[in-house]
């Protein structure tokens, strides 16, 4: 459907909403006030960074308290269940590695019975070498990912071998474009504020009418990047549409995501797409659907079809870069029928797929309380003979081992795996949702002081003294994102409109005469009524 046509529907307020909004939007930016109205925000960056300092040191919990009160026993194992083995008993553990105050868990008090094998630091280069080069005391900052590494494998010895592996923890061999830098720490925590600050700004301007439907990923932010810093580019993406974030870390630009929401003649899907609905050829990644499910039996299909290849450019000699397809949805979507037949498909014709749900407590207003009677999604896997690992969403450490693992292993066995990452949808659904009508403010008052992933995350680089960030540095960079945001969106909005002839173009070769007789009809009725288009 093309957004020119869509009707936005929600802009109700309720008082919760409103107690919500006066809560989480106590310091919002004059740049929003002169241009963009916050009045329907559910929050605002600059709130998250203003906990000053961190709790100190704490026993790190033994379980993730999920929505509706479900407890999920935390392990700081990172481990693929593989068909061929016992699936664990009762529920399904959660693998984490940083707890809430951004220390690393040590596993003596995980609530699951696998703990960390000591052996790991003996067996990386830098938990061998520690202490060589680095000072330790309170006032020392670290400057450098290197330098990092070695005081987080002098701290947490059980994570050596992780902590050498993390990409998020290693520079990258080029400099990354838009940061200017090689610290792939550094940009995971820029991206994570850009992403924040460009669903707040745009949907703000949906609720001004600016364009016509918006979603954000308020909330579950580690997801996308935690699985971006973990593929490589050859890997095809197929997203649901919460998932922005991994389109983000992949070079898609403000001004694509601008033009994308305004429907511009500089949006790829040539306006064709309701906003959100994203795609770039260019950058391994299909255009969203709007019907849950499609992206499912698509990704087994581009990954059969990527194993082939790979086969058989091996036969001929010719060098392939391996890959996987990696499909997004949500745990509401694990109910359509792709997603059973996806699965079933993709396990007995061996592709290498990675799916991943995002388990973020809610199909809109279905909390998944009514969604499923089992453990989640996760404990579905071994029925289909899939691997499969659960992991902390809201942990971005986390997510990118599980990826990464999950990646390694679907090559090698030539095997589909099912990630579920628990999360929390703090946001609305989408802009055509009040949220406050099923869930209570205090819930999401909860979950956005107590697993917020961004404050995660600063809370870890504060706590290791990593790059000396201070609450003034991380509000300069929210306002600068939120220029940066502002000024894609004033250029889009300028832009003209598509051709209204690419509404019946490139699908066919030749126009049907079916839809050539529904230009006509346009034609005339806009020739019929010129006022009103
Ligand atoms: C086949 C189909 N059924 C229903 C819908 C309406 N719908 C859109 S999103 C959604 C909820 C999806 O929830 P989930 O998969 O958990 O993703 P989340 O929004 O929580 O990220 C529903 C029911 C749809 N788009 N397509
Ligand atoms: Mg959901």
Redesign the pocket.
């Known amino acids: 459907m093309s957004n020119w046509y869509f009707v936005a529907n929600a802009r109700g307020t309720s008082i919760n909403n409103l107690r919500m909004l006066r809560y989480l939007s106590s310091n919002v930016s004059p740049i929003y006030h002169e241009d963009i109205d916050s009045s329907d925000d559910v929050g605002d960056t600059s709130a998250l960074v203003s906990n000053d300092g961190i709790s100190s040191p704490r026993s790190s919990p033994s379980e993730l308290i999920f929505t509706g009160n479900t407890s999920i026993p935390v392990t700081s194992v990172l481990h693929i269940v593989t068909p061929e083995e016992d699936t664990p008993q009762g529920i399904w553990p959660v693998f984490r590695i940083m707890d809430e105050d951004g220390t690393f868990r040590d596993g003596n008090n995980d609530g699951y019975e696998h703990h960390l094998d000591t052996k790991t630091a003996e067996n990386s280069v830098l938990g061998k070498d520690l202490n060589s080069t680095l000072e330790h005391g309170d006032d020392v900052h670290l400057s450098s990912l290197r330098e990092l590494r070695e005081r987080l494998c002098s701290d947490y010895p059980n994570h050596a071998l992780e902590i050498e592996q993390s990409r998020i923890l290693t520079p990258s061999k080029f400099q990354y474009r838009d940061t200017e830098s090689k610290d792939t720490l550094k940009r995971v925590h820029q991206q994570m504020i850009r992403l924040r600050e460009m669903d707040t700004i745009f949907q703000n301007s949906q609720r001004q009418g600016r364009f016509s439907f918006y979603m954000t990923c308020r909330g579950e932010e580690a997801i996308p990047f935690g699985a971006a810093t973990a593929l490589e580019s050859q890997d095809v993406v197929l997203a649901?549409y919460?998932e922005q974030g991994v389109l983000m870390w992949r070079g898609f630009s403000l001004q694509q995501f601008s033009d994308q929401c305004y429907s511009n003649e500089s949006d790829l899907g040539k306006g064709r797409q309701m906003p959100v609905h994203y795609g770039s050829r260019a950058l391994n990644y299909q255009t969203i659907s709007?019907?849950?499910?499609t992206q499912i039996p698509q990704a087994v299909g581009v990954a059969y079809s990527l194993k082939l290849s790979a086969a058989n450019a091996t036969d001929d000699g010719r060098e392939t870069k391996k890959a996987v397809s990696l499909c997004f949805?949500?745990?509401?979507?694990s109910s359509?029928n792709d997603f059973h037949s996806g699965l079933n498909l993709s396990a007995t014709l061996k592709c290498p797929v990675i799916f991943f749900c995002?388990n973020?407590g809610?199909?809109?207003s279905t909390s998944v309380k009514e969604q499923y009677a089992g453990d989640g999604v996760i404990s579905r896997a071994p029925g289909y003979g899939m691997a499969a690992i659960r992991v902390d969403g809201n942990d971005v450490f986390a997510v990118h081992a599980a990826v990464r693992e999950a990646r390694i292993y679907a090559l090698e066995n030539n095997a589909p795996i099912l990630i579920e990452a628990m999360s929390y949808?703090c946001g609305h659904?989408s802009t055509s949702d009040d949220s406050f009508r099923y869930r209570s403010v205090e819930e999401v008052q909860h979950f956005a002081n107590e697993s917020d992933p961004l404050i995660r995350l600063q809370n870890f680089l504060k706590h290791h003294k990593y790059d000396n960030m201070t609450d003034d540095d991380f509000r300069i960079m929210v306002e600068d994102e939120k220029k940066a945001i502002l000024y894609a969106m004033r250029k889009a909005e300028r832009k003209p409109k598509p051709s209204l002839e690419d509404l019946f173009t490139d699908v066919y070769n030749e126009m049907p005469p079916s839809l050539k007789a529904q230009q006509n009809q346009l034609n005339e009725h806009i020739a019929k009524y010129p006022d009103s288009y």
């Open positions: 649901q919460r709007s019907c849950l499910g949805f949500g745990e509401g979507c359509t995002r973020n809610y199909a809109i949808r659904h």
